[in-house]
């Protein structure tokens, strides 16, 4: 890899074959003044074809021995790099209207999608190669084996539009999965009003933690299941069933009688059945 060693800790399987390369870019659409944001450019496949096509980027790289080459390689009216984790990098100091690319590390997938949702407001696009089975979960509908926590949580904020399939021989080293381009896109003035977001993040992560239970069972720490009626929603189904829409429905009916902020709710909402590996399946 030109003198770079990869590094698994940081999951680095780099893009090599030139058609994927340009079909991602291309589904991109960079043009000249757009706010592209690169997490973890690497060698630059994507990062050099990117600023041919929109004269400049920032970018998120947290291998510091990259960012020099980088920073060699790119004049900084090109390329503004951060040697920085994306996990806590405050995206929203770039600006606004960002353009998010990347072809993410798969082992923070889900923890930085998560990340960038809380940041949605500043976002104009944002498009990530995935583990492919992460991106059918991102892009799931309801009653569905793949609808879940992460669907859930993501389409709430964005429209979720699966592109394609890359294959591993695409990358060095190949990874033992397939791979996806995934577009997301902040709903915006459509995003359902969530009253309490740590009561919908709850209020979800208990609907799916145990999938086969009915909601009045998986509920049962949060609500009655005269609560869930009172929402229009049976008590008797089960989570996976439930639109978007149905979850935050559910949320604001709870958020009327649950005094506060829930207390005892996860910090962060990131799923930890999510993304796992970038060399093996979940
Ligand atoms: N974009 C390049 C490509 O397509 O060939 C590299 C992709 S490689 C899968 C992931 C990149 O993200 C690596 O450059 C890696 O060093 C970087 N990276 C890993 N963890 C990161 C983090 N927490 N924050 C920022 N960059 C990270």
């Known amino acids: 890899m030109l003198g770079h060693q990869p590094r698994k800790r940081f999951g680095q399987n780099f893009l090599v074959d030139p058609h994927y390369i340009a079909r991602i870019v291309d589904a991109i659409a960079p043009a000249p003044g757009d706010n592209l944001v690169e997490i973890?450019?690497?060698?630059?496949?994507?990062?050099?074809?990117?600023?041919?096509r929109a004269g400049r980027l920032t970018a998120v790289e947290i291998d510091r021995d990259l960012a020099a080459r980088l920073a060699a390689d790119f004049p900084p009216e090109r390329l503004t790099l951060h040697v920085a984790d994306a996990l806590a990098f405050d995206f929203p100091t770039l600006g606004e209207r960002l353009r998010i690319v990347g072809?993410?590390?798969?082992?923070?997938?889900?923890?930085l999608l998560f990340h960038l949702a809380q940041h949605a407001s500043a976002i104009a696009d944002v498009h990530v190669m995935l583990q492919k089975e992460v991106?059918?979960?991102?892009?799931?509908?309801?009653?569905?084996?793949?609808?879940?926590?992460?669907?859930?949580?993501?389409?709430?904020?964005?429209?979720?539009?699966?592109?394609?399939?890359?294959?591993?021989?695409?990358?060095r080293p190949s990874p033992s999965v397939d791979s996806a381009?995934?577009?997301?896109?902040?709903?915006?003035?459509?995003?359902?009003?969530?009253?309490?977001?740590?009561?919908f993040a709850r209020t979800v992560a208990a609907a799916f933690g145990q999938r086969r239970k009915t909601l009045r069972n998986a509920l049962a720490e949060i609500c009655g299941a005269d609560a869930i009626e009172a929402a229009g929603i049976d008590p008797g189904c089960r989570g996976e069933t439930l639109a978007v829409a149905d979850f935050v429905r559910l949320a604001n009916r709870l958020a009327l009688t649950t005094p506060g902020p829930a207390a005892d709710a996860a910090p962060s909402p990131a799923p930890s059945s999510a993304a796992k590996s970038r060399r093996g399946p979940e």
């Open 40 to 52: 973890g450019p690497g060698l630059a496949a994507l990062t050099a074809p990117l600023i041919a």
């Open 135 to 171: 991106v059918a979960r991102m892009a799931a509908a309801p009653a569905t084996p793949d609808y879940g926590r992460l669907t859930v949580m993501l389409q709430a904020t964005f429209r979720v539009t699966r592109l394609f399939v890359v294959p591993p021989g695409a990358f």
């Open 103 to 111: 072809n993410l590390p798969y082992n923070i997938s889900s923890p």
């Open 181 to 199: 381009v995934v577009r997301l896109v902040p709903l915006a003035a459509a995003r359902p009003a969530i009253a309490d977001a740590r009561l």
